[in-house]
């Protein structure tokens, strides 16, 4: 059978092995490309995932499968510091397309979110393009700053944020700075005493190399390290973990079930009930991620 349709191919690297796989998304029709200050934009719409969001080549979000990630990096930290204490105050580092801000703001306790973003471009695109995932942009609770995140949270006052959300690229090129102790030191001196991090953290299939990297700094910054998944069909390997930190000691299981379930009413994928699964961890991926945070603290 011919195939006469436009691809984008993703293509995902290994720094030694070089190109071991590749990733086609059929678009239909591009609503939007263009080159920013600090990297190639599009905007493209097929049948499988509708409107689909690339940043150099590489899928970011689409309109179908968005909600896992934003659900459960924000939901998830948000709730676990709920069961230490009050959230008032928001960090995002990252989160251009607005997702994250979007889930944060459904907790009525949130009274301000800063949301970090570099390039400018992707706030906008995401605005236009992509409005049912930045659907909160206008809400009087976002502060929006096209800023530097390291730079953002090197200069932030102690204890100024419940939670903190990185959503950041992978520890690649500049990016990489956002992976190391001075960055998660910094975003330990910014949180409340009661206050949680939370992050992606890659494939656990294809960057088991940058996630070793990942958590071992992280054990060697932060008292309590845990990990959890979820399942994102466009992300190389369908699996992504992600992590939770505290300075302190910190119970990812001690939410309030019913209020968790209350809050998050219409959410697609984010419930107590899969919170707490998400912590249940296969033993190569703990091994690879908790194991690694807790052999570098020690």
């Known amino acids: 059978m011919s195939d006469d349709h436009t691809w984008i191919t993703e293509v995902n690297e290994d720094a030694e092995l070089g190109p071991r796989l590749k990733f086609g998304f059929r678009a239909d029709r591009e609503l939007y490309r263009g080159q920013s200050d600090f990297q190639e934009v599009v905007v493209a719409e097929g049948p499988a995932y509708g409107r689909m969001l690339f940043l150099d080549g590489y899928m970011m979000t689409t309109e179908r499968d968005e909600f896992v990630y934003h659900e459960m990096l924000s939901h998830t930290a948000v709730h676990v510091a709920k069961s230490r204490g009050p959230v008032r105050r928001v960090l995002i580092i990252g989160g251009g397309d607005g997702g994250l801000a979007r889930e ?41 700053l096209a800023e530097d995140g390291n730079a953002f949270i090197h200069n932030a006052e102690p204890g100024t944020y419940d939670v903190i959300l990185i959503d950041s690229a992978d520890p690649v090129g500049p990016g990489i700075v956002l ?9 330990r001196n910014a949180l409340t005493p009661h206050g949680v991090m939370a992050a992606q953290g890659m494939s656990p299939w294809l960057q088991r190399d940058g996630q070793r990297f990942m958590f071992g700094n992280l054990g060697e910054v932060f008292g309590q390290v845990h990990a959890f998944v979820a399942t994102i069909p466009t992300y190389p390997g369908g699996q992504w973990t992600f992590a ?55």
């Open 104 to 144: 944060v703001l459904r907790h009525d306790s949130v009274e301000h979110v800063d949301m970090v973003e570099i390039d400018a471009a992707v706030i906008e695109v995401s605005k236009e393009y992509l409005p049912t995932i930045g659907s909160a942009f206008d809400d009087p609770r976002l502060n929006v």
């Open 179 to 187: 992976f190391q102790p001075p960055f998660y030191t910094a975003v």
């Open 244 to 298: 939770l930190c505290a300075a302190g000691q910190v119970d990812p299981h001690g939410i309030d079930d019913a209020a968790a379930d209350a809050a998050t009413a219409g959410s697609h994928y984010y419930t107590a009930a899969v919170h707490h699964g998400a912590f249940a961890l296969p033993p190569f991926i703990r091994e690879n991620t908790v194991d690694v945070a807790l052999a570098r603290r020690g």
